[in-house]
């Protein structure tokens, strides 16, 4: 697997975007490190709803779920489309999860991953890691 593409999670989003979220500081310097390691960031397209509708419920963010949405339409991301294969194998994935913390995004995210023959991922996630991919950063 190669290490010049990295898969990037909602977390990952939600932790660069939001000031006083507790991975901001960490998730700024793993932007940077991918940065200056030419390595390419490339989001699967439903962490975008799952980030910004976090942003804007869960973080009671409603500003900052909307820069969000205008940095997506500004194509200031590197977007993943998701198509039947994809979904296919994520779903795979996604059935053998064990705790109701694992989604079918985070599923989607590990699938998109495969897809692109990449262990790294930009995540706080540790179910990531148990199967058998790298957080960027560690």
């Known amino acids: 697997m190669t290490n010049s ?16 979220d507790p991975h901001n500081k960490r998730a700024e310097k793993i932007s940077q490190w991918l940065i200056s390691n030419s390595i390419t960031l490339i ?16 973080a009671n963010q409603p500003e900052k779920a909307h820069l969000l ?8 991301f590197q977007v993943e489309y998701i198509n039947a294969d994809i979904l296919r194998l994520a779903s795979e994935i996604f059935d053998q999860a064990n705790s109701k913390k694992n989604t079918l995004f985070d599923a989607i995210v590990a699938a ?4 692109y023959e990449t ?11 148990k199967l058998g991919f790298k957080l960027a950063g560690e």
Do not use: H, M, Q
Not at 5 to 17: Q, R, S, T
Not at 43 to 58: C, D, G, H, M, N
Not at 69 to 76: I, P, Y
Not at 112 to 115: F, L
């Open 112 to 115: 998109t991953a495969k897809k």
């Open 69 to 76: 949405n205008k940095r997506l339409l500004n194509g200031d």
């Open 43 to 58: 989001f699967p397209v439903t962490v975008f709803p799952e980030a910004i509708t976090s942003l804007k419920r869960a």
């Open 5 to 20: 593409i990295a898969i990037g999670d909602a977390d990952a989003l939600i932790a660069l975007i939001l000031e006083n």
């Open 119 to 129: 262990n790294l991922i930009f995540s706080f996630d540790n179910w990531y890691p």
